[in-house]
Nanobody, 114 residues
């Protein structure tokens, strides 16, 4: 399955953005869907993940500010990001684990100005 992330941009600290990840095929049976991010000079890190049963996990740095959701009918995964901070600046990637094979999107840039 191909993934296309969108919704990134430039926002001031305290603002909000909603990222979308559209899949070319069904994600209904995905083992898990998630978002990762990679800041300049840093390794890619997990932001949040949602398993088949709907359980979610968030990085401590985003708990209470970010929310992952999915719309199986639209084959789309979302990341609502509120109260953004400059340290949230990164390229955000969506990931879908489908039949235990990882699928990655190209990423979308999020820049938070102070």
């Amino acid at each position: 399955v191909q993934l296309q992330a969108s919704g990134g941009g430039l926002v001031q600290a305290g603002g909000s953005l909603r990222l979308s990840c559209a899949a070319s095929g069904s994600i209904f049976s995905a083992n898990a869907v998630g978002w990762y991010r990679q800041a300049p000079g840093k390794q890619r890190e997990l932001v949040t993940i949602m398993t088949t049963g709907g359980s979610t996990n968030y990085a401590d740095s985003v708990k209470g500010r970010f929310t992952i959701s999915r719309d199986n009918a639209k084959n789309t995964v979302y990341l609502q990001m509120n109260s953004l901070k400059p340290e949230d600046t990164a390229v955000y990637y969506c990931n879908v684990l489908l039949r235990w094979v990882e699928n990655w999107g190209r990423g979308t840039q999020v820049t938070v100005s102070s």
